[in-house]
């Protein structure tokens, strides 16, 4: 167990919803990020957020957005959805929202869009 | 902007047999480096990291890193192969005061063979 949470493991929805996955960062980080993981891109940074503040943002669709809520768990909410958001997502956090001493991954959610 | 390449896609080798993984990296000052491994179903669990100092890094579960910084690479190397490393092994590079996000490769999938 890293210590990062991600919820729900797996989920399968209809093109066109909305869905949240949702990111408990390892207890005492104040960073969270968000990866999307396909085949065929790899690992793609979504966003970043530091103590509720988004501090980087990256290739995230104008239909995706996220946020961190003061008890600094995070949600990413995808709306409008396609078959190419079809993804495991990953949450990762850091203690002060750098990299030197590497990132902790939670398990990932996988998305599958029907 | 810093970018990752792994060549080798696909990887297999004989357990007990030696391995290197290659990983090249692009960035215009002295990167931070980094391993990690992802098992099926799992997260990604940090193997190891460089951002100074010694340029060979010893890392978890027997694996070890080169920085090599006139070929821009950061291979990793691990003596003698054991079925259970049988992995997806993705190589991430960061730069600067460390707030820009990791980068990371592609990955390399690792088979093991009896």
């Known amino acids: 167990d890293s210590g990062v949470t991600q919820t729900p493991k797996h989920l399968i929805t209809a093109t066109g919803q909305r869905v949240t996955l949702r990111c408990s960062p390892r207890s005492g980080d104040l960073s969270v990020y968000w990866y999307q993981q396909s085949l065929d891109q790899g690992l793609q940074f979504l966003i970043q957020?530091?103590?509720?503040?988004?501090?980087a943002k990256g290739n995230i669709l104008e239909r995706f957005s996220a946020q961190q809520f003061p008890d600094l768990h995070s949600e990413l909410n995808l709306s409008s959805l396609e078959l190419g958001d079809s993804a495991l997502y990953f949450c990762?956090?850091?203690?002060?929202?750098?990299?030197?001493?590497?990132?902790?991954f939670g398990s990932g959610t996988r998305l599958t869009v029907v | 902007a810093q970018s990752v390449t792994q060549p080798d896609i696909h990887i297999t080798v004989s357990e007990g047999a030696s391995l290197e993984l290659r990983c090249n990296y692009s960035?215009?000052?002295?990167?931070?480096l980094f391993w990690y491994v992802q098992s099926p179903g799992q997260g990604l669990q940090l193997l190891l990291k460089?951002?100074?100092?010694?340029?060979l890094v010893q890392g978890i579960k027997g694996f070890e890193a080169e920085f090599k910084r006139s070929q821009s690479s950061f291979n990793l190397r691990k003596p003698s192969v054991h079925w259970s490393d049988a992995a997806e092994y993705f190589c991430a590079v960061g730069g600067g005061s460390g707030n820009t996000p990791l980068v990371f490769g592609k990955g390399t999938r690792l088979s093991v063979i009896a």
């Open positions: 957020y530091y103590n509720g503040e988004e501090r």
């Open positions: 460089y951002f100074s100092g010694d340029t």
């Open positions: 990762a956090s850091s203690p002060d929202g750098r990299a030197f001493g590497g990132y902790t």
């Open positions: 960035y215009g000052a002295t990167p931070y």
